[in-house]
């Protein structure tokens, strides 16, 4: 039963994801960080990819293939370059939080208002923003989203998902990193409600896809600073032979390699379980926490493997490093995740247990 | 395609597991480290496991005569394995059987030692064990350098050498020695020139048997002993001479630790998940639940025990698929072997000076885990074979 394998499909889609970061998302990676947007041909190409709706059900026209997939899949893009798969990705999380929470019908006003994805959409978690309480409208300040444009807003907190469609203000900011995507502080000043939603399974549902949209991101940035540290680190030489070759340096990267197939694994199993309906948000939460821990970590080593050369923008490793930092900030970052499945995990006198659920 | 369900027969077997464990294991092992002995030969518990049709071999017997036992995967053995560890690793270590060194005779041995040596386990009389000889004084995660010799004298061979922290082999019927041909050999040749020899007990000159003071683990003994011109006739040399060309000898002691690896790490995520649900359940009688601190150390332990039985069970599912698992398999080791550690310390943490009386199972667990990071390689070996893989570390 237990298998590791991507199926055919998925094997497939992951191909053409990996071949477009390769190609096309790596190589002008600082060109779109400087002009802080992609280039018209690249949103193109993507178009025809038709990546955007992988994990939106086939009623709503999407390929209907699942967080797992969607995992994978923006693992894959963020390894050639996280600004520009969250610039090329019209709905980030926000799509799939809201049809979580408010259904089909819900997902459907989304679509209204973006034309189907013409223009992006964002998902917020309320405790990344600062919400004021108004008998009218809508009024929060988010001091950074990696947009600075959208059609609309998807607003997440423990009383459900907001649609806001209208009114929603950008004061461009510099952002620490993912600048291909923009960035931006939003601003809704008593902006009009378009809907909301309240479904308590709903709810944590979406913020454990949410939490592993973005974790597989920061993966991605994190595998690709793992790679690259990991070949330079075998041609530079110090002392007589490839700086590898001292233990010190092997141990660090083989560490930081653990680290991140270990974290890879939680990201999985946590999205198997939303596929399979299964019980998902402690397990996104803790997927989510470790994400960033290893981000911490992993992020700075690659910078400290290049020495010098890691500081300078000269190499991608110092955008790897803000860029998986400034994420792992979102989604009320790793207090609200260790907090969430710290109190879940202790209501449970066996939290661990083999075979719950028939699943790990 | 992904799927990370366990299967409703493995399952099955893991609800067995757990009631044997609660029932059997447990008492055990908790009553062995309190007499800072392990478990006598003769202890009745023994016969119960024979009862239950334990302490067995896996081989079908000569010509097959006999229905083989199911043969589970990979990933089924190693989520019992967590189950077992999670109830006790030094007992099921100390459990009869056929041990370490059935795998090499099942994939090694000639059909008349299958016979010989497997055949007293295919329905045995009494418990019975035998053991795998390798480390020695000199030679621990060193494989490669062990100086025991192996020579050969007529149509015989004579060992001489020493071993030490052999498990049961003052118990066992016979012990699956390594040897080398010339421990002069650099160290490329002296993988090829290692042999496997079964010696069985009472062979003169096999003596010296010393079971060890250990700090945990008590249940299982620990044992040096000495070769000093111990004569086996050549039908006891594993395979046969024909199957030791090149490296083949050292290259099959080193299967066996390759899917031994994974094994080790699940036994370490078994215990890691004892000391988590000891700790919780301390908290909630004690009333701590309510703190952030305490309930932020016990998300930091669930999520490296969560994270190192994913590792491990890659590992696994690569053995099952057939594929190579060397870095898997290391990194498994590696990451569950130090998170066991980290579990069991912050676990005598939360509990305080409760663990400091020398009487909680948190912390015999703090004892016991160590070894964890010991056996089948250090965590510091682990990861030079990592490296090695992965950036060319050179040897």
Same mark, same amino acid.
């Given at each position: 039963?237990?298998?590791?394998?991507?199926?055919?499909?998925?094997?497939?889609?992951?191909?053409?994801?990996?071949?477009?970061?390769?190609?096309? @998302?790596?190589?002008?990676?600082?060109?779109?960080?400087?002009?802080?947007?992609?280039?018209?041909?690249?949103?193109?190409?993507?178009?025809?990819?038709?990546?955007?709706?992988?994990?939106?059900?086939?009623?709503?026209?999407?390929?209907?293939?699942?967080?797992?997939?969607?995992?994978?899949?923006?693992?894959?893009?963020?390894?050639?370059?996280?600004?520009?798969?969250?610039?090329?990705?019209?709905?980030?999380?926000?799509?799939?939080?809201?049809?979580?929470?408010?259904?089909?019908?819900?997902?459907?006003? @989304?679509?209204?208002?973006?034309?189907?994805?013409?223009?992006?959409?964002?998902?917020?978690?309320?405790?990344?923003?600062?919400?004021?309480?108004?008998?009218?409208? @809508?009024?929060?300040?988010?001091?950074?989203?990696?947009?600075?444009?959208?059609?609309?807003?998807?607003?997440?907190?423990?009383?459900?998902?907001?649609?806001?469609?209208?009114?929603?203000?950008?004061?461009?900011?510099?952002?620490?990193?993912?600048?291909?995507?923009?960035?931006?502080?939003?601003?809704?000043?008593?902006?009009?409600?378009?809907?909301?939603?309240?479904?308590?399974?709903?709810?944590?549902?979406?913020?454990?896809?949410?939490?592993?949209?973005?974790?597989?991101?920061?993966?991605?940035?994190?595998?690709?600073?793992?790679?690259?540290?990991?070949?330079?680190?075998?041609?530079?030489?110090?002392?007589?032979?490839?700086?590898?070759?001292?233990?010190?340096?092997?141990?660090?990267?083989?560490?930081?390699?653990?680290?991140?197939?270990?974290?890879?694994? @939680?990201?999985?199993?946590?999205?198997?379980?939303?596929?399979?309906?299964?019980?998902?948000?402690?397990?996104?939460?803790?997927?989510?926490?470790?994400?960033?821990?290893?981000?911490?970590?992993?992020?700075?080593?690659?910078?400290?493997?290049?020495?010098?050369?890691?500081?300078?923008?000269?190499?991608?490793?110092?955008?790897?490093?803000?860029?998986?930092?400034?994420?792992?900030?979102?989604?009320?970052?790793?207090?609200?995740?260790?907090?969430?499945?710290?109190?879940?995990?202790?209501?449970?006198?066996?939290?661990?247990?083999?075979?719950?659920?028939?699943?790990? | 395609?992904?799927?990370?369900?366990?299967?409703?027969?493995?399952?099955?077997?893991?609800?067995?597991?757990?009631? *044997?464990?609660?029932?059997?294991?447990?008492?055990?092992?908790?009553?062995?480290?309190?007499?800072?002995?392990?478990?006598?030969?003769?202890?009745?518990?023994?016969?119960?496991?024979?009862?239950?049709?334990?302490?067995?071999?896996?081989?079908?017997?000569?010509?097959?005569?006999?229905?083989?036992?199911?043969? &589970?995967?990979?990933?089924?053995?190693?989520?019992?394995?967590?189950?077992?560890?999670?109830?006790?690793?030094?007992?099921?270590?100390?459990?009869?059987? $056929?041990?370490?060194?059935?795998?090499?005779?099942?994939?090694?041995?000639?059909?008349?030692?299958?016979?010989?040596?497997?055949?007293?386990?295919?329905?045995?009389?009494?418990?019975?064990?035998?053991?795998?000889?390798?480390?020695?004084?000199?030679?621990? &995660?060193?494989?490669?350098?062990?100086?025991?010799?192996?020579?050969?004298?007529?149509?015989?061979? *004579?060992?001489?050498?020493?071993?030490?922290?052999?498990?049961?082999?003052?118990?066992?019927?016979?012990?699956?020695?390594?040897?080398?041909?010339?421990?002069?050999?650099?160290?490329?040749?002296?993988?090829?020139?290692? /042999?496997?020899?079964?010696?069985?007990?009472?062979?003169?000159?096999?003596?010296?048997?010393?079971?060890?003071?250990?700090?945990?683990?008590?249940?299982?003994?620990?044992?040096?002993?000495?070769?000093?011109?111990? /004569?086996?006739?050549?039908?006891?040399?594993?395979?046969?001479?024909?199957?030791?060309?090149?490296?083949?000898?050292?290259?099959?002691?080193? /299967?066996?630790?390759?899917?031994?690896?994974?094994?080790?790490?699940?036994?370490?995520?078994?215990?890691?998940?004892?000391?988590?649900?000891?700790?919780?359940?301390?908290?909630?009688?004690?009333?701590?639940?309510?703190?952030?601190?305490?309930?932020?150390?016990?998300?930091?332990?669930?999520?490296?025990?969560?994270?190192?039985?994913?590792?491990?069970?890659?590992?696994?599912?690569?053995?099952?698929?057939?594929? $190579?698992? *060397?870095?898997?398999?290391?990194?498994?080791?590696?990451?569950?072997?130090?998170?066991?550690?980290?579990?069991?310390?912050?676990?005598?943490?939360?509990?305080?000076?409760?663990?400091?009386?020398?009487?909680?199972?948190?912390?015999?667990?703090?004892?016991?885990?160590?070894?964890?990071?010991?056996?089948?390689?250090?965590?510091?070996?682990?990861?030079?074979?990592?490296?090695?893989?992965?950036?060319?570390?050179?040897?």
């Amino acid at each position: 039963m237990f298998d590791l394998e991507p199926d055919d499909e998925l094997a497939l889609v992951l191909e053409t994801a990996r071949r477009l970061a390769s190609e096309e @998302l790596g190589p002008p990676m600082r060109t779109h960080e400087a002009e802080r947007r992609i280039s018209p041909a690249l949103a193109g190409s993507w178009e025809e990819v038709g990546l955007s709706t992988l994990d939106v059900p086939t009623e709503l026209d999407g390929a209907g293939m699942g967080c797992l997939a969607r995992v994978h899949v923006n693992e894959a893009l963020a390894e050639g370059d996280v600004g520009a798969a969250i610039a090329l990705d019209p709905f980030g999380p926000a799509l799939i939080a809201l049809l979580e929470v408010g259904g089909p019908d819900a997902a459907r006003a @989304l679509l209204e208002a973006t034309q189907d994805g013409k223009r992006r959409a964002l998902y917020v978690d309320a405790r990344d923003a600062r919400v004021v309480p108004e008998a009218d409208g @809508l009024s929060l300040e988010v001091p950074w989203v990696p947009a600075e444009e959208a059609a609309a807003l998807v607003l997440l907190d423990d009383a459900g998902a907001r649609l806001v469609v209208e009114g929603l203000a950008f004061d461009p900011v510099r952002g620490a990193g993912v600048r291909a995507a923009g960035g931006a502080a939003l601003r809704l000043d008593g902006a009009p409600v378009a809907g909301a939603w309240h479904d308590a399974v709903g709810i944590g549902r979406a913020r454990a896809r949410a939490r592993l949209h973005t974790a597989s991101l920061v993966l991605g940035v994190l595998s690709a600073t793992w790679k690259f540290a990991a070949a330079y680190a075998q041609e530079r030489q110090a002392f007589g032979r490839p700086i590898a070759h001292h233990q010190a340096l092997a141990f660090l990267i083989t560490d930081m390699r653990i680290a991140l197939d270990a974290a890879r694994l @939680l990201v999985h199993e946590a999205a198997w379980r939303v596929d399979r309906g299964l019980p998902c948000e402690t397990e996104a939460a803790s997927a989510w926490a470790e994400t960033i821990e290893i981000a911490r970590t992993v992020g700075p080593n690659g910078v400290q493997i290049l020495g010098g050369h890691g500081f300078m923008a000269d190499y991608p490793v110092e955008k790897h490093m803000r860029e998986a930092r400034a994420l792992s900030l979102l989604h009320g970052g790793y207090d609200a995740a260790i907090e969430e499945a710290g109190r879940a995990l202790v209501a449970q006198a066996t939290p661990l247990s083999l075979g719950q659920e028939g699943a790990l | 395609m992904i799927d990370y369900r366990i299967d409703p027969e493995a399952q099955a077997r893991l609800a067995e597991a757990s009631e *044997i464990g609660r029932k059997e294991l447990r008492p055990a092992g908790l009553e062995a480290d309190r007499r800072g002995a392990p478990i006598p030969t003769d202890d009745p518990f023994f016969d119960r496991c024979l009862e239950r049709g334990e302490g067995g071999t896996t081989w079908a017997g000569p010509k097959g005569q006999r229905a083989p036992r199911r043969r &589970s995967s990979v990933v089924e053995r190693l989520l019992i394995s967590e189950e077992l560890a999670y109830w006790d690793r030094g007992v099921v270590i100390a459990l009869p059987g $056929p041990g370490l060194p059935e795998n090499n005779v099942l994939a090694m041995g000639t059909e008349e030692q299958k016979e010989r040596f497997l055949g007293p386990f295919l329905a045995p009389d009494r418990p019975r064990w035998a053991c795998f000889g390798m480390t020695e004084p000199g030679a621990g &995660s060193d494989a490669a350098a062990i100086r025991t010799t192996a020579r050969k004298d007529g149509d015989g061979w *004579i060992l001489n050498g020493a071993k030490c922290f052999i498990g049961a082999a003052s118990r066992s019927d016979w012990i699956l020695v390594q040897a080398t041909l010339d421990p002069t050999l650099s160290r490329g040749k002296g993988r090829g020139a290692q /042999r496997a020899f079964f010696v069985e007990q009472g062979t003169p000159g096999l003596g010296g048997f010393k079971i060890e003071k250990k700090m945990g683990l008590k249940a299982y003994e620990s044992t040096s002993f000495a070769l000093d011109d111990v /004569r086996v006739p050549a039908a006891n040399l594993l395979g046969g001479e024909a199957r030791y060309e090149s490296s083949a000898g050292f290259k099959t002691a080193m /299967r066996t630790f390759n899917a031994g690896r994974p094994q080790i790490a699940a036994n370490a995520v078994g215990m890691a998940r004892a000391a988590l649900d000891e700790s919780i359940r301390f908290a909630k009688a004690n009333d701590l639940l309510g703190q952030d601190r305490v309930r932020d150390r016990i998300e930091a332990i669930s999520r490296k025990v969560r994270k190192a039985r994913l590792v491990c069970l890659k590992a696994g599912w690569l053995a099952d698929e057939e594929r $190579p698992n *060397i870095v898997e398999a290391s990194m498994s080791k590696a990451l569950a072997a130090q998170m066991a550690q980290e579990a069991t310390t912050l676990g005598l943490e939360l509990v305080g000076l409760v663990g400091a009386r020398g009487d909680h199972l948190i912390e015999k667990l703090y004892r016991d885990v160590k070894a964890m990071d010991i056996v089948e390689g250090t965590g510091q070996v682990q990861r030079m074979i990592i490296a090695r893989t992965l950036v060319g570390l050179p040897r």
